[in-house]
T-cell receptor, first 113, second 112 residues
Framework: SAVISQKPSRDICQRGTSLTIQCQVD?????MFWYRQQPGQSLTLIATANQGSEATYESGFVIDKFPISRPNLTFSTLTVSNMSPEDSSIYLC??????????FGPGTRLTVT | KQEVTQIPAALSVPEGENLVLNCSFTDSAIYNLQWFRQDPGKGLTSLLLIQSSQREQTSGRLNASLDKSSGRSTLYIAASQPGDSATYLC???????????FGSGTQLTVLP
């Protein structure tokens, strides 16, 4: 199994600012995924991050709002830009292999005031 | 587009009961199905993974079944304990795509 850590674990941010969330995995993985879980909701995929290429965004999510970096096979960042209260959510990164289980980080709980 | 539904949305049972959580999906062309547990404000813990060719998987007091043709999976929890209280999520993976489509979850409360 993969061990995934995220930083920060939680943050309270002002409207209009940006927050960068870090995800570190203890092994090299090809794909990393970023999910959002809004209050009382299930998880929604934001984007898939491949090392060495642009992230692939799901419908409703755009790079200007959620820029992603993937500098190597064990690390990725997700930035939530120009935040509004609607961005208050838990943000989770995830990894998984072909035919294998997917593993999730502990999440970053973001509150925008 | 794959849709995943979980019933019931919430369930409260006394300690010691056996219980079943249900998950249904609209597109039977799945690669695998995974059950997760989520504690309040926390990340997801993987419980069981069932490949599309499998009928069931067991881990301790947990047993998950899969009927791909009918688009259904169940998670059976035997002899429930207060520590089982959490939200249980099922998620399906379709084909070569590695991302998951999640259900809305069942919030389980086991009363001591």
């Amino acid at each position: 199994s993969a061990v995934i850590s995220q930083k920060p674990s939680r943050d309270i941010c002002q409207r209009g600012t940006s927050l960068t969330i870090q995800c570190q995995v203890d092994s090299q993985v090809t794909m990393m995924f970023w999910y959002r879980q809004q209050p009382g909701q299930s998880l929604t995929l934001i984007a898939t991050a491949n090392q060495g290429s642009e992230a692939t965004y799901e419908s409703g999510f755009v790079i200007d709002k959620f820029p992603i970096s993937r500098p190597n096979l064990t690390f990725s960042t997700l930035t939530v830009s120009n935040m509004s209260p609607e961005d208050s959510s838990i943000y989770l990164c995830s990894v998984g292999g072909q035919g294998a289980e997917q593993y999730f980080g502990p999440g970053t709980r973001l509150t925008v005031t | 587009k794959q849709e995943v539904t979980q019933i019931p949305a919430a369930l409260s049972v006394p300690e010691g009961e056996n219980l079943v959580l249900n998950c249904s999906f609209t597109d039977s062309a799945i690669y695998n199905l995974q059950w997760f547990r989520q504690d309040p404000g926390k990340g997801l813990t993987s419980l069981l993974l069932i490949q599309s060719s499998q009928r069931e998987q067991t881990s301790g007091r947990l047993n998950a079944s899969l009927d791909k043709s009918s688009g259904r999976s169940t998670l059976y929890i035997a002899a429930s304990q207060p520590g089982d209280s959490a939200t249980y999520l099922c998620a399906v993976r379709r084909g070569s795509a590695r991302q998951l489509t999640f259900g809305s979850g069942t919030q389980l409360t086991v009363l001591p």
